[in-house]
DNA sequence: CATGAAATTTACTCACT
DNA sequence: AGTGAGTAAATTTCATG
């Protein structure tokens, strides 16, 4: 799985607008649309380049409410359980196992303060959760990425 | 700016796949390409959809570093400042205020350890910062969305 | 082995209904 | 919103260094 120097300007420019056609990268890497599309399809059976996605306004499509959790589990707690709890609940968007005074930190969304105050209960619910801390977003500064 | 349920299904299988084409999705909504393309058109003209990206695995490309930190800002401080702030600095990945103990929480990437730390001595030496606490992150539980 | 050129198939996009 | 025509892109095949 090695990625050369042509290849890390194919991702970048993938990050930018992922339908831009090959025969565009490839103006911009001196490459023919061929080989652009097959450096793509390699990087993708390599799982380099995990997917395609829109970026989409959350608020547009009803996703308000935002917030931080900050866990603190059990002694013997471990980083599988966490994610395999992370992954039973919707709301969780992201979770990472962290150091400091806290065990992991799990970024949650849903519709409104009241689902996501539903999501966070369920998450205290879990067995292995001794304690949490919480921070309700109130703006987001930066565009999503 | 109204969002139908079509519109909602749209979306959904942009993100799922953004490089899916327009009879593929017509095909699931029960539409034909150019009614989809006029939809998706006009969800971004209205910023509905900001954008199409590829979605890569971070350690592949060398982005291996991650750390969250709250910031605890002096008494004037506005989010607009603190925005502006989190756009100059390049390992931000994302800036939230939030409600609770500290003012905001904001996200940082970079290539090692090393990197993280450069980046986070440059968001203390942000002269609105009282003082900050980081959580670095020791594994990622789910994967890049 | 990766590339580019050519050929084929598929998709996009426009005008019109 | 759909249809049909023309254009552009994706994808396959093949020949080359």
Known sequence: MRIDD???QIIALLQ?????????IGAK????????KRRVDRLR???????????VDPVAVGWTAEMFVELFCTGRTTPVQIASAARRHAAVVGAYTVSGEADA???LRAADIAALEQALEKLR???FVRSTRS?????RLLPTT
Request: hydrophobic share 50%; aromatic share 4%.
């Open 6 to 8: 042509v290849d890390q």
């Open 16 to 24: 930018e607008d992922a339908r831009s056609s090959f025969a565009e």
């Open 29 to 36: 890497v001196s490459l023919s649309a061929p080989a652009v």
């Open 45 to 55: 059976a390599e799982k380099v380049i995990r997917g395609f996605t829109a970026v």
């Open 105 to 107: 930190l799990v970024h």
């Open 125 to 127: 619910a879990e067995p």
């Open 135 to 139: 921070m309700v977003v109130l703006s």
